[in-house]
């Protein structure tokens, strides 16, 4: 048996802290409830605050029916029993609470008062102790350890802070949280922590160590960003696969660094080298959104637009609410649908990225080739014809920057039923054969200058 004095005495140095820690505690853990249970609790809440014991314990009562697991609900229906001096009833709903949460220190706290109060002393003990070493640095420490080994390093992490502010000069604590950041691929803030090591102890060789290969790295990745942000998409790749021989150790910086070489070759408008590294990316984490987006932009400069569409309504699920995505969506669609009427890179055989200079000179070679002159049969002259329309018709959109424009964003600008949302027209272009009589298809410039004639 342990006397009431020396309980109360060794709990009376941290009962300050320990008072802090409820509030805390009891603010930050109304996370998790359904919505009919929080109604309860929040209702019940404020009647307690007014004083309406009876009426609050009614609130309580239905939300513990409403969710028998949530601690939350038994702890606050055993404040109203305390509150009514009933503290019998309030015991074994604060025994439930740390049975459901067992780190919830207010609930332990307020079981050792009222186990010391029946004068159970040895129990009230075991908790104030088990209070009292939440303060406790080599415990803390050692907890730590543990998250480690479950492969819970955030968890780690939290002790592990703590640690650093309860024991005076913890080196060892801030190495340990830098390299857990490392880890985790959180650069920025693995150089922080390690940075407060060396703050405590500047020749600190295991620190040091972590310190310049966390500095090389960080100052790898904000340039390689700041030549993104430039558009210098090139260089920025040859930075980030820097980034992967500097630390090909933690799977995260090879992970992250192809998400962002993905991006820049999509950027780039190199799609087939975006599709491979994407695709890299989305094996590893297939609900990548900012990898499946750029795939999807890769996919439409190769006119893959099936692939597209698959990619942006996949990246859709993940975030509903994302513009780039629902417009990216939508030209795929409209892309598409396009594909299946007239497309004037594929008349001119050029690809979508093609600059002006390569359009201009596949349709001189292809207007030279089709023109109705160089044909006598009447059959191959007619259908020279067609093809000499959708040759000009091609150069006409491909070459105007406003008009091309409007033709990669799905949009047909020479289709008089795409431009006015459907109705009448009679096809996807309607200028006759007539209406190119006179045209010099070579009249851009260059040392080409034909006359035709015609019949």
Excluded at 136 to 161: H, M, V, Y
Aim: glycine share 6%.
């Amino acid at each position: 048996m342990v006397a009431p004095g020396s309980v109360t005495s060794r709990l009376g140095s941290v009962f300050p802290f320990l008072l802090v820690l409820v509030d805390l505690q009891y603010e930050g853990a109304e996370c998790g409830v359904n919505a009919d249970v929080e109604k309860h609790l929040e209702l019940g809440k404020k009647l307690l605050a007014a004083g309406q014991l009876a009426d609050a314990l009614s609130q309580f009562h239905a939300a513990v029916d409403g969710d028998p697991d949530n601690y939350i609900a038994y702890y606050r229906r055993a404040t109203v029993f305390l509150a009514m001096g009933k503290s019998k009833a309030a015991l074994p709903d604060l025994t439930k609470v740390i049975e459901l949460k067992m780190d919830f220190t207010a609930a332990r706290l307020q079981r050792g008062h009222l186990l010391l109060k029946q004068g159970k002393l040895d129990e009230a003990e075991d908790d104030f102790k088990k209070v009292v070493c939440v303060w406790d640095a080599e415990l803390r420490e050692l907890r730590a350890e543990c998250f480690i080994k479950e492969g819970e390093p955030r968890k780690a992490i939290s002790d592990l802070k703590a640690a650093s502010k309860l024991k005076n000069d913890n080196t060892e604590a801030f190495y340990k949280i830098s390299t857990l950041y490392y880890q985790l691929g959180d650069h920025e803030l693995s150089l922080s922590e390690v940075r407060e090591c060396l703050k405590l102890d500047q020749d600190h060789k295991r620190c040091f160590a972590h310190y310049k290969q966390v500095k090389k790295l960080n100052k790898l990745i904000e340039s390689a960003e700041e030549l993104i942000r430039d558009s210098r998409y090139t260089d920025a790749t040859s930075k980030y696969e820097s980034v992967m021989k500097t630390e090909p150790n933690v799977a995260e910086y090879t992970i992250r660094s192809k998400e962002r070489i993905c991006h820049c070759f999509s950027k780039d408008e190199k799609p087939v080298e975006a599709i491979r590294v994407c695709s890299e990316v989305l094996q590893v984490e297939p609900d990548n959104v900012n990898a499946l987006k750029d795939r999807a932009e890769a996919y439409l400069i190769e006119e893959m637009y099936d692939e597209a569409i698959q990619d942006y309504e996949t990246a859709q699920e993940h975030n509903e609410n994302d513009q780039q995505i629902r417009e990216g969506l939508e030209k795929a669609q409209r892309l598409l649908k396009q594909s299946q009427k007239r497309d004037y890179y594929k008349i001119l055989g050029v690809k979508r990225n093609a600059k002006k200079q390569e359009i201009i000179k596949a349709y001189r070679k292809l207007a030279m080739q089709w023109h109705p002159d160089n044909f006598q049969n009447e059959e191959e002259k007619k259908k020279a014809e067609k093809k000499f329309i959708d040759i000009a018709a091609a150069k006409e959109v491909l070459s105007d920057p406003e008009m091309r424009k409007k033709f990669d964003d799905g949009e047909d600008p020479l289709d008089a039923e795409s431009q006015q949302g459907g109705g009448g027209g009679g096809g996807p272009f309607h200028r006759s054969w007539n209406s190119w009589q006179g045209f010099n298809p070579f009249s851009s410039g260059g040392p080409f200058r034909f006359k035709f004639h015609f019949n």
